[in-house]
Each structure stands twice: as structure tokens, then as C-alpha cells.
């Protein structure tokens, strides 16, 4: 204990991190790595796989659940544009009025020149679906020869001899996976949508899994390069966002165990996790996501369930208003371009977004290029211009801009299986004691039934979230700690736009006046990652520690078959209970 007291997190890293992977689960993302790593390998979240069933959907979940854009929804959007957003921005509304006068302009600073990052002009390439194959070519002409477009080789050729024709991949992960033509034979599936299992009568909870073992194991093999004998000697950190039920935070325990066999795992959430990733300890997080977006009051260390509010919308979203306001403005190319259909244009739609897209008042317009992709065909470059780039993260704010119905939730049907977590299975009498007492009674369980989703806007959430919490003082102090962190954190003027937003949302009969946004101590995106591995379990001795390093009693491990047959079951006669009590307690698992 003494030194432990003493040491230094990076250092305690060194000496005991080498053999600790994080894995925090996100609905477009996964990001793992190892916990001695400053960030982690960034995957996108799907897989694809061949398939030789003739008319069979390329996007299995998507086109089979994605809802159409009503004529309601439409006006609402619009209503939400020329009512709100164009008089806050002083911006022409879209009919063309404007009560503003001239049109007032304000370049993006820096890409009005010649951009030195080409990374925002370039096309992404279709991905080559076919397998390596033995070469006589040099190594530079192979590497060439793979990078052709799809195009280029109208079919597999049939060599003169007679043999087989080239063979297809049969799973292809993350982006590699999302740049597959539309016209190759390949589904790809995203397990995890809008903070949840994908589960539906389309795909199956036993397939959702499947997906997930295949993805996380790739990243473990390709990326880590931790071949399967050697997984025993690793323990995983599973960083959980605030959205996941108590069974599917049952089911990644499983798959890190079991299917990937880990020799152990602990779970945290991911509003704890964040804190702890920048060294505090009160704060109100704020994870904005591709999918969704979190707000959650944490004092002391611990998570308060009551403030916990959950936005169906994310960064996703903005991209896909982004290039609504585009074409509504008559902007944007005559292209096929569907965010829904063809992933690559989502990917597309994503870099425009973080590269050019802010808040702040004035016309924000850019020249950018854009691309059409085809069906296989190479990428075609269209110069346009880009205009009202402070519209689309204003959906934050104004949800109805982003109509989030059009990629709604998966059906919670597979949640309604009455497979209680919760239950005091150890609540007996072991023979004197308090064993058999209910230690859990004074805590505020949550409910088995999904967790309601809000349908407010972001300054709404966090004030209403924060003035749940209760106590003046402890109020007072969560306005002054509000943490913003998520993809969408890094937009560019989004802190001074929550600070403003937010202190306006506060009813007047509050006694608050000071509303802060407190910057990150790391890239937004990977705080929730890296705070994965900062110590709970000794929390009031200091607040730095790296979580699921340090050594735990014995009393908190459990063998695998007592995993397996038993459920989860931790020593000291404590169980865990849901995803809000992980808190200072860290729980592990462990594999005989």
C-alpha cells in the first residue's frame, strides 16, 4: 500500500500496463489497445462478409430497418432551420430572406489557401475484395497491381490452364469494410446501433455476437498482433457507454472470456471512466458519439443513475444534415450520394465534416471537393462550395435538423427475455452473518426496461440532468465541471456554444450564474479509452491511478466455470447489479 501511495501512473503503466487491453465499445467505433498505449487503434465498427445469395441486401441492417424521412419531419426540419438556427447564426433562411441585409461571409481561416493536409482532397479507394495470391511481380508492381480499382478487372480472371478464379475474402473489417462496391457479393453487418445490440428479427442477437467476436478478434490478431495462445496472458478493461443494458453488458463478458478468451476482465462505464481520464472526480460528462449522445453527473467518484440523460443523435447525424443543407442550398453536386446505401459516402461525409464544419455566427462557407463513387467505378472529384457549415452541429442544440428517426433504434424486443441480472442469488443464509442480508436495498436499482431516450436538445439535457442532481452546492459545482468529450467534442466552437446555451437553459428562479466547460487533458475522442485504465478501487487514496493494473483481493476474482454456470457472482458477497453501480468498485472475472 505505501507504494502505492507513492507511485506514479505512467510509471505504474510501465511496470504493469504491458499486458492490459481497453476495449471501449462505440456504435460507429471500437477502440482498443493496449493500456501502456497513449491512444488506441480506432476501428470502425462492422464487418462484412462474402455472401453467395443472389439478391441478398448489402446492408443488412440498415436497409431492412431504416425508416423514410416523413413530409412531418421534413417540415419540422425546416421550421427548425428558419426559426432558430438562421436567426441565431444570422444566416439566410432557406426560403432566401432574410432580415439580416447584406449576406455576411466569413471564410473558414486557413482554407481559403491551398491546403498543406491533402488527406481532406483525396478520394477513398474501393477496397480489393480478393484474396492475396502467389506473384512472380516484384513486390512493388504487386502492391500496385492490388491497389487498381475494381474497375479495371471487369471480372476474376480464369487463367489459361484452366484454374479457379481469384477467391473472396471471405470477412473484411472495419474500413476496409465500409469501401467494399456495392456490387461486390458482400452484407455488411453493424452489430452495435444507436448505443445498442443490433438485434432484430433480421439479425439475430446469436449473429450480433458472432460480428463481434470476428471484429475484436481482428483488431487483437491484425493490430495488437496477440495470437490466440497468448491471450491468457492479458486481462481486458471493458469501458461500457451508458447506453448498454445489463444483459448486454452480460453478453461482453462473455465474448471477452469466453470467445476470446482473456484470462480476466473487469467493466467500467464509460462517464466514470472519462472523469478518471482527466483526473477529477465531479464533473458532468458529456459523450457525444456517431449514434449517441450521453450527459451524467458524477460526484465523489460515483455515478448519480438519476441524471443520466440519453440523446438519440450524434455525429453521424450532423454529417448526414450536412449535406441535406448543401443540397437545399443547391450546393452540392448532382450526385448519388447516400449516407444509408453506400458507406464510402459516409465516409466522405465524415472528413468534410471535421474538417470544415464549426459554430459560429456569419455565413461559414469553404471551397472543398466531394466524390462520387460509383458502383466500383473509380472516384470522380467535383470542386464545389461548400456553404452554412455552422448549420449542422447546431443540431445538437435543435435535434429536429437532424432527424434522427431516419436511423432509428433497434427493437428491444431480445431485452424483454426476463433473464434478471439483478437478482440476490447469493442473498441467502450461509450459516450466521449478515451474509444473507440485503445489502443492495438502499441502493436506487434501475429498472430492466430499457433506458428512456430524451428527445431535447443538448443545452436542455445538461441543465435538466445537472439540476437533477439535487444539492445547491453540488449543482453549482457540476455547471462550473462540465466535461465535453465524444468525436463531436473536438467541433470546432462547440464549448463556447454549450457555456452560453446552457446558462441561458437555467430557469431564473436557479441561483446559478457561472456555467463552464472544463477543456480535456487528451483528445476527446479517446478520454473514455484511457480513462478505462484509471484506478476506482482506490478512489479516496488518489484519483490518478490506472485502472485494472492495480491487484485487487483475491475475494473479487472469479474462476470461468463459475462464470459460465453461474452468472456473474463477485466474492464478499457482492454481485454486480447494473452498469450505474460499477463506480469505485472495479469487478473482475477471471478464466480457470
Not at 188 to 198: E, T, V, Y
Not at 520 to 539: E, I, N
Request: glycine share 6%; hydrophobic share 35%.
Amino acid at each position: 500500500m505505501d507504494y502505492l501511495k507513492s507511485v506514479v501512473p505512467s510509471q505504474l503503466v510501465s511496470e504493469r500496463g504491458s499486458n492490459l487491453v481497453i476495449i471501449n465499445p462505440g456504435s460507429a467505433n471500437v477502440r482498443i489497445g493496449l493500456a501502456k498505449q497513449d491512444t488506441p487503434f480506432n476501428v470502425p465498427h462492422c464487418i462484412a462478409r462474402h455472401t453467395t445469395i443472389i439478391g441478398k441486401p448489402n446492408l443488412l441492417d440498415q436497409m431492412i430497418n431504416t425508416q423514410v424521412t416523413t413530409t412531418s419531419q421534413q417540415v419540422d426540419r425546416e421550421r427548425a432551420f428558419n426559426t432558430k438556427t438562421a436567426s441565431l447564426l444570422k444566416i439566410p433562411y432557406l426560403d432566401g430572406s432574410s432580415s439580416f441585409g447584406s449576406r455576411k461571409t466569413a471564410r473558414i481561416d486557413g482554407y481559403n489557401q491551398p491546403s498543406t493536409n491533402t488527406k481532406k482532397d483525396t478520394a477513398f479507394p474501393w477496397t480489393d475484395v480478393f484474396e492475396d495470391e502467389p506473384s512472380s511481380l516484384p513486390t512493388s508492381e504487386t502492391s500496385a497491381h492490388r491497389s487498381e480499382d475494381n474497375a479495371d478487372r471487369a471480372a476474376p480472371d480464369v487463367t489459361d490452364s484452366g484454374e479457379s478464379k481469384r477467391k473472396y475474402r471471405n470477412m473484411i473489417f472495419g474500413e476496409e469494410a465500409m469501401r467494399i462496391s456495392p456490387k461486390e457479393p458482400y452484407t455488411i453487418h453493424r452489430p452495435i446501433r444507436r448505443g445498442h445490440f443490433n438485434v432484430s428479427p433480421q439479425y439475430s442477437a446469436q449473429q450480433v455476437c458472432e460480428d463481434l467476436v470476428a471484429i475484436w478478434d481482428w483488431v487483437l490478431l491484425d493490430k495488437l498482433e496477440i495470437a490466440h495462445s497468448e491471450r491468457n496472458k492479458y486481462s481486458a478493461v471493458l469501458v461500457v457507454p451508458g447506453t448498454f443494458d445489463s444483459r448486454e453488458i452480460k453478453e461482453l463478458l462473455t465474448i471477452v472470456l469466453r470467445d476470446l478468451c482473456f484470462s480476466s476482465a473487469v467493466v467500467h462505464q464509460e462517464g466514470l471512466s472519462t472523469i478518471f481520464g482527466n483526473g477529477l472526480s465531479t464533473a458532468c460528462i458529456v459523450n457525444m458519439g456517431a449514434q449517441t449522445s450521453a450527459v451524467v453527473c458524477i460526484e465523489d467518484g460515483v455515478s448519480l443513475p438519476n441524471t443520466e440523460k440519453i440523446l438519440r443523435f450524434g455525429g453521424d447525424d450532423i454529417c448526414r444534415c450536412l449535406l441535406w443543407i448543401q443540397r437545399h442550398y443547391q450546393n452540392w453536386p448532382q450526385l448519388r450520394t447516400d449516407v444509408l446505401a453506400k458507406p464510402i459516402d459516409m465516409l466522405m461525409l465524415n472528413r468534410l465534416k471535421e474538417s470544415y464544419c464549426e459554430i459560429r455566427e456569419g455565413e461559414v462557407e469553404t471551397a472543398a471537393t466531394v466524390y462520387s463513387y460509383e458502383d466500383g467505378m473509380p472516384a470522380v472529384a467535383h470542386k464545389t462550395n461548400l456553404t452554412s457549415l455552422n448549420v449542422p452541429p447546431m443540431g445538437l442544440f435543435y435535434p429536429n435538423l437532424l432527424v434522427p428517426e431516419l436511423f432509428p433504434q433497434p427493437p428491444r424486443t431480445w431485452f424483454q427475455d426476463h433473464e434478471n441480472m439483478l437478482e440476490e442469488t447469493w442473498n441467502m443464509d450461509f450459516g450466521g452473518g449478515n451474509m444473507g442480508l440485503p445489502v443492495w436495498d438502499s441502493f436506487a436499482v434501475s429498472p430492466l426496461n430499457p433506458k428512456k431516450e430524451e428527445k431535447i436538445g443538448l443545452a436542455e439535457a445538461i441543465t435538466s440532468s445537472i439540476l437533477s442532481a439535487g444539492r445547491i452546492d453540488l449543482q453549482r459545482k457540476l455547471f462550473s465541471s462540465i466535461q465535453l468529450v465524444g468525436g463531436v467534442g473536438l467541433t470546432k466552437g462547440l464549448v463556447s456554444a454549450v457555456e452560453e446555451r446552457v446558462l441561458h437553459a437555467i430557469p431564473p428562479t436557479e441561483a446559478i450564474d457561472t456555467v463552464e466547460v472544463l477543456p480535456s487533458k487528451m483528445d476527446p475522442t479517446f478520454v473514455s479509452w484511457k480513462g478505462g485504465a484509471v484506478c476506482s478501487t482506490f478512489l479516496h487514496l488518489f484519483m490518478s491511478m490506472i485502472l485494472g493494473i492495480l491487484d485487487f483481493g483475491r475475494e473479487a476474482w472469479i474462476h470461468r466455470n463459475e462464470w459460465m454456470e453461474n452468472g456473474i457472482r463477485v466474492g464478499s458477497a457482492k454481485k454486480y447489479r447494473d452498469s450505474y453501480y460499477i463506480q469505485a468498485q472495479a469487478f473482475c472475472f477471471i478464466n480457470s
